[in-house]
């Protein structure tokens, strides 16, 4: 099971690399637009955060923060829900790219501070 764990974080890990660099590369942008690796990386992050939980709750030595994983996955499917409806079109508003910025920082911050 520990191996699991690891090669579902390591996946989980690519995902947020995908999320996050797809949308550093759209800083200096014109137009900005959501990329695959925006839509690819949040879609990976989803599956591996939701298999991670499975496994850890069936090991016995795991205590799993429940309001954490929570709160990350509202995040996550509110990025997510972002990413697909404006996959298709052709400009990303600075408001609308600052948001998913802002709230893919926001999960990453929540992961690493909130023990």
């Not at 016995?60 to 409806?85: F, M, Q, R, T």
């Amino acid at each position: 099971m520990d191996f699991l764990r690891d090669l579902l974080l390591f996946f989980h890990f690519i995902g947020l690399a995908a999320l996050f660099g797809g949308l550093f590369v759209q800083i200096k942008a014109e137009p900005r637009v959501v990329n695959n690796a925006m839509f690819h990386g949040v879609l990976t992050q989803l599956v591996t955060g939701l298999a991670l939980v499975g496994v850890l709750e069936g090991m016995p030595d795991e205590d799993v923060n429940h309001a954490k994983i929570g709160v990350k996955l509202v995040v996550a499917l509110v990025i997510g829900a972002l990413v697909l409806v404006n996959r298709k079109k052709r400009v990303l508003s600075n408001g609308l790219y600052l948001a998913l910025l802002g709230l893919t920082v926001l999960n990453i911050g929540v992961a690493v501070f909130w023990h």
